[in-house]
């Protein structure tokens, strides 16, 4: 089974740099993802991991770290766009990793 | 094509009525999923399709029931529901059943049982 974990609600100021966590607890793991949501509408892919390290995509950065069971992502020069939700799924090795659980969510507002 | 398409975007129906939602994908990709998503919830996997076949139900209630009739084509019927399954309904597809990539979401459909 999985359980993932994220922060319900983060605040950040416009211009500024925030750092949504995940950690995760999974019997097998084949990557990991980071969706963007804003309200009503569908989620967007933002970022993938599947190896340990920092992916680095212009403003986004995603990190994973398998043995701690964690991950990150980095959002830089905040934009009042980016206010949305930011789910953090795990794929897992069953079922030819078609299991793909998405965590509860963090809802982040981007303040002036 | 780089699209998921849904439709319709918005659903009213009663209890007693059938309705299905269509979902459509152009850029090859063989596994399809249905997701139901209530506000502020994260999406829950409903179904997975690969190659055509269905290979994933997460013990949802018959009163759902998906077809895929072809590679490019989700369909998911609807009879019965109740108010409770108001929600918005998302498809999605990704490469194959082994590709380590990400999925392609459709905009969903949102649906309200009255």
Redesign the interface.
Known sequence: GQNIDQPTEMTATEGAIVQINCTYQTSGF??L?W?QQHA??????LS?N?LDGLEEKGRFSSFLSRSKGYSYLLLKELQMKDSASY?CAV?DAD???????????T?LSVLP | DTEVTQTPKHLVMGMTNKKSLKCEQHMGHR?M?WYKQKA??????MF?Y?YEKL??NESVPSRFSPECPNSSLLNLHLHALQPEDSA?Y?CASSQD????????????T?LTVV
């Open positions: 084949n990557g993802f969706y009503g509408e569908a989620p967007t892919f993938y599947v789910l794929r079922n030819y990793g078609q299991n793909f659980v998405f965590g509860p969510g809802r | 596994a999923y502020k919830k994260p999406p829950e996997l997975v690969s290979s994933i918005l998302l059943n082994v590709y380590l990539g990400g999925y392609t979401f459709g905009s969903g949102r």
